[in-house]
Structures are given as C-alpha cells and as structure tokens.
C-alpha cells in the first residue's frame, strides 16, 4: 500500500498533522494501537480537566455560604463523576475520529513499526510512505525507587481509568504540573494531600514566585506541600501505604496514606517502533529532530512528546504537527515554537510565558515589570477569588513584552493574549493603548501594562 505520507500515533501531534496534511492534498495513513486522540484527549488534559471541573464545582458549592446561598447538604458520587468525564472524553474522541473520516484519511488500528527509509509495517500488512511523520507520544516514566511499581501505587492513567480511585488520603511523588493537577483534584473533594517534590520548590520549571504562591494557597487549601524531599522506599498495601523519605534537612520521615500517585515524570514512546537495524539519532531515549521534526533518517520526521529536549504539551505537539507538514510540503514553518504558553490547571489557574524576570535578566536586558494584584481587581472580589497576580516582563530599554507570569482566575485563557503580544513583539504601552472590557478579569492584564506605561 502506496501513501504519500504515514503518520504514528493518533494523538493531538499526529491527528492534526494527518488532517492538515489531507487538507493540502496528500493520501494518509495514520496507524494508532489504541484510541485516536492520545494520551492528552483519553488520558491526560482533558480527562484530568473533566474531573477537576466536577471537584471545583463539588467545592464551590460547599463555599456557596459565603456568596449568601444555603447549601443544606453536599455530597459527590465519584463513580458518576468519572462516567461524566467518560462521556466527555468519548464525544471529544469520536469528533477526531470524524475529522480523520471527513479529511479521508486512513486510519489503521495496530502498533506501527518503522522498518527503513518510507517502509512500516503493522498487523502483518507493509505500508510504504513518501515521509513519514513518528508522532508515537509518551508514557509514565518511574524513578527508581524499591517498592514504587508495588501495590497502592498509581500513575495519572490509573486514577482516570474506569470509576477512578477516590482516597481520604493521598500522597503524590512529584510537584510537577500533573501532580500538582491531581492535588487539585482530590483537595477539592476533601483529601489529605501530601506532594513530596525533590526539587526546591513545586513546578521546578516554572518561575519560584509562582511556586511559593501556589505553595501557599495549595497549603491553604490544607495540602501539605514537602519540597526537597527525597523519596527512599515505598511499603504497604491498598488503603496503608507508607511512603519513606529524607527531608530538606536530610532526617528520615514517612507518611502514611490510602495511596501514592507516582508522578515524577514521562520518557518517549518508543515501545516497538523500530523494526530491527533501524537507528535513529536518539537523546536520553527520545528521538532528535529538527525545528521542523526532521530525524537523522531522511524523510522521517518527529513531533510531540517523543521529540528530545520537548516541551511535553498538546498544543507543542500539534503546532509541530503542523510545522511538519509544512516542511514536506516545501513551504515555510507557519507556527513560531519559541513562544510557548505554559498552564497549570488548579484553583487559581496558573500560566507563563516567555521570560521570567530572572531569565530576563540573565539574557542581558535591562528589566522593568509591571504586577497587578487580583486584590485590586473588581471582578476578583466579585467572585471571591484567592490572591494572585498578573506579572509583565518587559525590556525596559525598547518597553517590548518579554514574558508574563500569571496567578489568577482564567490565567490559562489571559495568556493567550500575552502570547499574542511577545510573539507580534508588542510594547507594553501597546498593550495598554487596547480598551479592556469592564468588570472582567482581563482588566488585570491592563492594570499590568498601564503600570509600565513609559508617559
Ligand atoms: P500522545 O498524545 O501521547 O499520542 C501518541 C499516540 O501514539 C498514542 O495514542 C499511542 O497509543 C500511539 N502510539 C505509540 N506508539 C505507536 C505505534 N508504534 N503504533 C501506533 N500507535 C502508536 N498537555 C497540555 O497541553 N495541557 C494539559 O492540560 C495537559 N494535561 C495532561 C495531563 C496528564 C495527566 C498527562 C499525562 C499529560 C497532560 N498533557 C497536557 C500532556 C499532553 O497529553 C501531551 O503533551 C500530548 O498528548 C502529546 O501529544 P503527542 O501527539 O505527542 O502524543
């Protein structure tokens, strides 16, 4: 079977990829060994923010005193709550299964295996494909330490999976934006959540003031959050899970709960994809490509998570995809990757992008920032919302937006116009030259530019 391009893996990189490709014209295949859509739409963002809608709500609603509503009692089905979030992903899922139909692409069910330049097979069958695009995504990847593939301890895929697991305590390895999700998750339906994170503050890779915010509402909230921990041995069964580990101070500690959630990180799928002699330019275990996805073999190209030095996201994954297809077309990457929007789904939401003001400086610019406080902000108070901020990076010398940092209600739909902004390489006196609609929560991003107004 002759195609002009085949694509592996149905995930946000790989089905996007495949219609755009369709669109301009090619015959596709796409080969998926599980469900189109991938790890993002079956077992990762939108699952995860399925729940987590139905947990704030659950919490919003036992808070509804404050806002004058007597609420007499509230409790929450957790086996109806997954069936909703099933039903979410399953409408989503067959929406990408309709694209794929209505592009006329071909789909195949089964594991793909790369067997040379322009040749796979999968289920017995050989393709044969002008390019070919790996779009074969990421799995849990397990630090190694004794006891964690023991029982009692889960990945995210685990806890989505079916009716869930619902726990009245919950110890999470890893303060990473999947841990720290799922903590949002569980705290909102009354869980005692302890994140062990080794690194010196939650969110290593994102800017510490955000860290030390979210620390504090998270602690707030009643989480206990343990920063430079060390986990050494995880022992117990279901429902008494002892988790040991050595604090910043280096003593040794435990913590006992009903379960662990291991999430300390994800390594690229390459699990069956290349046939035997097949060697592709590897970096710790992911494949290298391009700015455009282009690997050491010719015509095979890369996006997504299984990408080295990749930003794990679906919309990097899709933008990729696209870039990709661009680049067989022989026509110019249309997505710019160096401006990369950054959420964290919890209550509040969090966002960057861009340059911290650290990295800022460290690159040599003289940095002015502007900040506005959700304290100051109307529809904040309106709405009773933690504090928080919006944080403008600019170069002081030209007023150009570098980055922006954001702690507030709606952060993950406020950096959208940000992103906007670095990437058109906007002032911050052009961002505040713009009306923003009044009371709204967008106002803050305003307030932040108004601040560094040069007259
Ligand atoms: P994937 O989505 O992983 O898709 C790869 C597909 O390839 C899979 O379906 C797999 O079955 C298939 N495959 C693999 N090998 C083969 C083979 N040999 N043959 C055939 N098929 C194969 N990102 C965000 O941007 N926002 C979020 O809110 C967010 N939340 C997340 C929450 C969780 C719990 C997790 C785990 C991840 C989250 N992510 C989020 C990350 C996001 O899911 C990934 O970055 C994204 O799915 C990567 O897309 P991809 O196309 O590279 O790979």
Same mark, same amino acid.
């Given at each position: 079977?002759?195609?002009?391009?085949?694509?592996?893996?149905?995930?946000?990189?790989?089905?996007?990829?495949?219609?755009?490709?369709?669109?301009?014209?090619?015959?596709?295949?796409?080969?998926?060994?599980?469900?189109?859509?991938?790890?993002?739409?079956?077992?990762?963002?939108?699952?995860?923010?399925?729940?987590?809608?139905?947990?704030?709500?659950?919490?919003?609603?036992?808070?509804?005193?404050?806002?004058?509503?007597?609420?007499?009692?509230?409790?929450?089905?957790?086996?109806?709550?997954?069936?909703?979030?099933?039903?979410?992903?399953?409408?989503?899922?067959?929406?990408?299964?309709?694209?794929?139909?209505?592009?006329?692409?071909?789909?195949?069910?089964?594991?793909?295996?790369?067997?040379?330049?322009?040749?796979?097979?999968?289920?017995?069958?050989?393709?044969?494909?002008?390019?070919?695009?790996?779009?074969?995504?990421?799995?849990?990847?397990?630090?190694?330490?004794?006891?964690?593939?023991?029982?009692?301890?889960?990945?995210?895929?685990?806890?989505?999976?079916?009716?869930?697991?619902?726990?009245?305590?919950?110890?999470?390895?890893?303060?990473?934006?999947?841990?720290?999700?799922?903590?949002?998750?569980?705290?909102?339906?009354?869980?005692?959540?302890?994140?062990?994170?080794?690194? /010196?503050?939650?969110?290593?890779?994102?800017?510490?003031?955000?860290?030390?915010?979210?620390?504090?509402?998270?602690?707030?909230?009643?989480?206990?959050?343990?920063?430079?921990?060390?986990?050494?041995?995880?022992?117990?069964?279901?429902?008494?899970?002892?988790?040991?580990?050595? /604090?910043?101070?280096?003593?040794?500690?435990?913590?006992?709960?009903?379960?662990?959630?291991?999430?300390?990180?994800?390594?690229?799928?390459?699990?069956?994809?290349?046939?035997?002699?097949?060697?592709?330019?590897?970096?710790?275990?992911?494949?290298?490509?391009?700015?455009?996805?282009?690997?050491?073999?010719?015509?095979?190209?890369?996006?997504?998570?299984?990408?080295?030095?990749?930003?794990?996201?679906?919309?990097?994954?899709?933008?990729?995809?696209?870039?990709?297809?661009?680049?067989?077309?022989?026509?110019?990457?249309?997505?710019?990757?160096?401006?990369?929007?950054?959420?964290?789904?919890?209550?509040?939401?969090?966002?960057?992008?861009?340059?911290?003001?650290?990295?800022?400086?460290?690159?040599?610019?003289?940095?002015?920032?502007?900040?506005?406080?959700?304290?100051?902000?109307?529809?904040?108070?309106?709405?009773?919302?933690?504090?928080?901020?919006?944080?403008?990076?600019? /170069?002081?010398?030209?007023?150009?937006?570098?980055?922006?940092?954001?702690?507030?209600?709606?952060?993950?739909?406020?950096?959208?116009?940000?992103?906007?902004?670095?990437?058109?390489?906007?002032?911050?006196?052009?961002?505040?030259?713009?009306?923003?609609?009044?009371?709204?929560?967008?106002?803050?991003?305003?307030?932040?530019?108004?601040?560094?107004?040069?007259?």
């Amino acid at each position: 079977m002759n195609y002009d391009l085949a694509i592996v893996g149905g995930g946000p990189g790989g089905y996007t990829a495949a219609e755009k490709a369709a669109k301009a014209g090619l015959q596709v295949v796409l080969f998926e060994k599980e469900d189109l859509g991938g790890t993002c739409l079956n077992r990762g963002c939108m699952p995860t923010k399925a729940l987590l809608h139905s947990a704030e709500t659950y919490a919003a609603i036992q808070a509804a005193g404050e806002l004058g509503i007597e609420v007499p009692q509230v409790n929450y089905d957790f086996a109806a709550m997954h069936r909703r979030k099933d039903k979410v992903v399953e409408s989503l899922r067959q929406g990408v299964e309709k694209l794929m139909k209505s592009s006329k692409v071909t789909v195949v069910k089964g594991t793909a295996v790369l067997q040379g330049e322009g040749v796979l097979t999968c289920n017995g069958e050989t393709y044969e494909a002008k390019d070919i695009i790996l779009a074969t995504g990421s799995q849990v990847s397990y630090p190694p330490i004794p006891g964690i593939d023991g029982p009692g301890v889960y990945n995210s895929r685990d806890l989505l999976e079916g009716e869930g697991k619902d726990f009245s305590s919950l110890v999470i390895i890893g303060g990473g934006v999947v841990g720290i999700e799922c903590a949002s998750i569980y705290l909102s339906l009354g869980c005692q959540v302890t994140v062990l994170e080794a690194a /010196d503050h939650i969110l290593p890779f994102m800017d510490k003031e955000i860290a030390q915010r979210l620390t504090m509402v998270l602690k707030k909230r009643g989480a206990e959050i343990l920063p430079k921990s060390q986990v050494q041995r995880i022992e117990g069964q279901p429902g008494a899970v002892t988790v040991t580990y050595l /604090d910043k101070k280096g003593q040794e500690q435990t913590v006992t709960a009903e379960g662990v959630l291991a999430a300390a990180g994800r390594k690229a799928n390459l699990e069956g994809l290349l046939g035997e002699g097949i060697s592709l330019e590897l970096e710790r275990g992911a494949i290298v490509g391009d700015e455009a996805g282009r690997t050491s073999l010719p015509h095979v190209y890369v996006i997504g998570d299984a990408k080295a030095r990749n930003i794990q996201l679906a919309h990097v994954a899709a933008a990729q995809g696209e870039n990709a297809v661009a680049a067989i077309l022989g026509k110019p990457l249309p997505l710019d990757l160096s401006v990369v929007p950054s959420c964290v789904y919890t209550v509040p939401e969090v966002a960057s992008v861009g340059c911290t003001e650290g990295e800022a400086k460290e690159a040599g610019f003289s940095v002015k920032t502007g900040k506005y406080l959700t304290g100051a902000n109307g529809k904040c108070l309106i709405e009773g919302t933690e504090s928080g901020y919006v944080k403008l990076v600019t /170069d002081g010398a030209s007023g150009r937006l570098l980055g922006a940092q954001l702690v507030c209600p709606r952060a993950t739909d406020l950096v959208g116009e940000l992103a906007l902004a670095i990437q058109k390489g906007l002032t911050a006196d052009q961002v505040s030259s713009v009306i923003h609609p009044h009371p709204t929560f967008c106002e803050m991003v305003y307030g932040a530019a108004e601040g560094l107004r040069s007259e």
